[in-house]
């Protein structure tokens, strides 16, 4: 935590702008230790979000430990949308969880136009994946932000 806490303070931000996303491996360790963090790190102001949801066997037991803010979808939930009636009940069914305790929705691996129309009218909050953007070096992202202004105008 006292990490964490240095980081906020180097870089001048506010704890409720970090969002720390955890995966199903990190909560298998110390679960005690971690969940003891979490709630400390959220009590600050941190928020959280659960990585790759849906492909642990345990996922819906975290999201009753852990004070959790985000849901991602997995990237395996998305890839045949909009296709069979049962993977978009799948992922109907992951968005209203979410959302009936009160947490945003992110879809990873969203390539195409037709998935994300499909997430879209599904409800789904936030989009993640190779539709946007492919991932680029720091570098070459640092750069793509400083020229965005000059190119706009």
Not at 45 to 73: H, N, Q, R
């Amino acid at each position: 935590m006292p990490r964490v806490r240095d980081v906020l303070q180097r870089h001048a931000l506010a704890p409720c702008q970090l969002t720390l996303e955890i995966t199903e491996t990190t909560l298998m360790g110390k679960l005690k230790e971690v969940l003891d963090t979490v709630h400390a790190l959220r009590d600050a102001g941190v928020k959280f979000s659960i990585d790759d949801f849906g492909t642990g066997y345990s996922s819906l037991a975290y999201l009753k430990k852990f004070p959790i803010d985000e849901l991602k979808i997995d990237r395996t939930f998305i890839a045949d949308l909009p296709g069979r009636a049962t993977d978009t009940a799948l992922v109907r069914t992951v968005i209203e969880l979410g959302h009936s305790l009160g947490m945003s929705v992110t879809a990873e691996g969203v390539e195409t136009p037709e998935q994300l129309a499909c997430l879209r009218q599904l409800g789904c909050d936030r989009y993640q994946g190779f539709l946007f953007g492919r991932p680029v070096p720091a570098s070459e992202l640092i750069e793509r932000l400083v020229a965005e202004p000059s190119a706009s105008g």
